[in-house]
């Protein structure tokens, strides 16, 4: 992989993060908006389930949403590159926030319809492309190059603790009234809206973008395509992705077949959460212990072990915490992305590089809902977790037979000029979302919110 990085963006004064009101204002309304996405993960699948009792149609708005993502990722992304990133992260957050809004409001009138349902799941899914990234490429511009690893460590603690509350609350609004959740999903979009207005526009940065950025929207796949380490492990990732958000779906449903309620499943999910907020610790260790091609290996082989215990009906907790220990390595991964990729290309071509990662992992966020409903629906829970396992060991066992992921070694980075990183380990990248994203376990996208 080949392009340099040459940020087109205007020098930023360095000044503690905490006195940085681009910064501050970017964090809580990313804040805000990976809450309301939690609450999604938890709310659409049981409203789903409520209204027509199907395991499969809650595996089709998963379908859905994933794929509305893949088809608009790669225009996204040149769109991300020759148009103005605060506009379009304004827009499309307005855009998620209506989308809700009418459902909201269709669900409190009892005119909800499965189609109005899966619209928004379609609407939402492509707005997403622009949002998260934006919202990636905003952080870039608003601290200096040298604070970046510690704002973007700082993202990190921010999205794992939205996860952590977001599913449990969204539990209890939907134990109290369906509406509720999906009132909070609206405001939360609306007010990361509100708070992308302190991003500076980027107007002359988006002018010598455009002088640079000739080409079209499949040129982030072809940079990606180039090196033979990262077009294993994206299609490894992508397996794993299928496997994981399959199996938060499992765990809904096996949390509600031994009688949990709809506060136990966003506890559980919540755990899962933890689990990821716990294993940000682990990213320097992990990342000095291992290469980084063995790392994925180990991090798949690990969790398609671990996913199997999921056939214990011992209840919530024990769900949660296996979950929880999955995402122990998912931190780690994520950093992976930023410095083997995002940290190595043009900010010419960044917004295609990261759309068309991200597209790239979307394939098995949207196949992995629709497998697993069917699955849920047709074979039941069991065969379901041994499924879903074997495919993300298929995925390490994969990427182990490559030699370029079994040799692949850590770029080398200059040290910080300012201010030094939270700890030694390569910066964490808050990518789109990544689902949703939305954290999934072992969903290495995780910030698509």
């Keep these: 992989m080949s392009t340099r990085a040459a940020p087109a963006n205007p020098p930023v004064t360095a000044v503690p993060l905490s006195r940085n009101r681009r910064f501050q204002a970017l964090w809580v309304g990313g804040a805000t908006a990976y809450l309301g996405s939690s609450f999604v993960t938890v709310a659409a699948p049981l409203l789903i389930l409520g209204i027509t009792g199907s395991a499969a149609q809650a595996g089709v708005y998963g379908f859905i949403d994933a794929t509305a993502s893949i088809a608009a990722g790669l225009p996204a992304g040149l769109i991300l590159d020759r148009y103005d990133r605060r506009t379009l992260m304004i827009t499309s957050e307005a855009v998620r926030a209506l989308a809700f809004a009418t459902l909201m409001a269709a669900l409190f009138a009892g005119r909800l319809t499965m189609p109005h349902v899966f619209a928004v799941a379609a609407v939402t899914g492509a707005a997403r492309t622009l949002s998260g990234p934006a919202r990636s490429l905003a952080t870039r511009a608003v601290v200096a190059p040298e604070q970046l690893t510690k ?199 960044r917004g295609r590089t990261i759309s068309s990662t991200m597209t790239i992992l979307n394939v098995g966020l949207s196949l992995g809902p629709l497998a697993a409903g069917l699955l849920l629906q047709y074979a039941g829970t069991t065969t379901a977790v041994f499924a879903f396992s074997a495919v993300i060991a298929a995925a390490g066992l994969g990427a182990l037979s490559s030699r370029a992921v079994r040799a692949a070694r850590w770029p080398e980075t200059p040290p910080p000029a300012a201010e030094p990183p939270i700890d030694a380990a390569p910066p964490a990248l808050t990518a789109p979302e990544l689902t949703a994203l939305e954290v999934a376990p072992l969903n290495v996208a995780a910030a698509d919110a």
């Design 151 to 349: 704002a973007l460590a700082t993202e990190e603690v921010r999205t794992h603790t939205a996860s952590i509350i977001g599913p449990s609350l969204a539990g209890v609004l939907f134990a109290v009234s369906r509406t509720l959740p999906f009132l909070g999903v609206a405001v939360s979009y609306l007010i990361s809206a509100i708070c992308a207005l302190a991003v500076p526009r980027d107007t002359e940065a988006r002018m010598d973008r455009r002088g640079k950025a000739s080409g079209g929207p499949l040129d982030g796949i072809k940079i990606l395509m180039r090196d033979p380490m990262l077009r294993v492990c994206l299609i490894a990732l992508s397996l794993v992705n299928l496997g994981g958000v399959a199996i938060e779906l499992v765990v809904v449903v096996l949390v509600r077949e031994h009688g949990g309620s709809s506060s136990a499943v966003g506890g559980a999910l919540a755990l899962a959460a933890l689990g990821g907020l716990l294993g940000a610790a682990l990213v320097t260790p992990l990342h000095r212990l291992l290469r980084p091609g063995w790392l994925l290996i180990a991090l798949m082989l690990w969790v398609a072990a671990l996913n199997t215990a999921l056939v214990i009906p011992f209840g919530a907790w024990w769900y949660g915490s296996i979950l929880a220990v999955t995402m122990l390595g998912v931190p780690a991964a994520v950093v992976l992305l930023d410095v083997l990729i995002f940290r190595q290309v043009d900010d010419a071509v």
